[in-house]
């Protein structure tokens, strides 16, 4: 767990992903990637995923590599055609050491449908997530 918590991290996103992976028939795992630079030198990697149905955990934060996993614990989630804020609570800001991410990018058209795809199974009934333009 962290014990320094920043206000914010931002940075520009230069890898943008957005994909479901099938385990199985009942294992879905849906989810949104962020990164730029190496994740072992100071660069930022973050990832959004959400397996829904029987063994639904909710939301689930990964700080790569492997830094972190958290679920739960968002506040506020908001993903436009340029970038994302996320807010998290007290709990999750000490685990994640920020308060929020700034993340902003630039993609294409069918990276943007993919991203609105994955975020609407992600943040399913998550009445946080707004979703702009």
Not at 71 to 93: H, K, M, P, Q, V
């Amino acid at each position: 767990m962290s014990e320094n918590v920043v206000d914010t991290i931002a940075f520009n996103a230069e890898l943008v992903a957005a994909q479901q992976e099938e385990f199985t028939a009942d294992c879905i795992v849906h989810g949104i990637y962020f990164g730029t630079g190496d994740p072992e030198a100071g660069g930022q990697h973050w990832n959004f995923t959400r397996m829904l149905g029987e063994d639904d955990e909710g939301v689930c934060t990964v700080k790569e590599i492997q830094e972190l996993t958290v679920y739960g614990g968002i506040t506020a989630f908001t993903l436009s055609r340029t970038g994302l804020t996320c807010e998290f609570n007290d709990r999750t800001s000490r685990q994640t050491g920020t308060r929020r991410l700034e993340i902003t990018f630039a993609v294409d058209d069918a990276t943007w449908a993919e991203l609105i795809g994955q975020s609407r199974h992600i943040f399913e009934g998550q009445l946080y997530f707004v979703l702009q333009g």
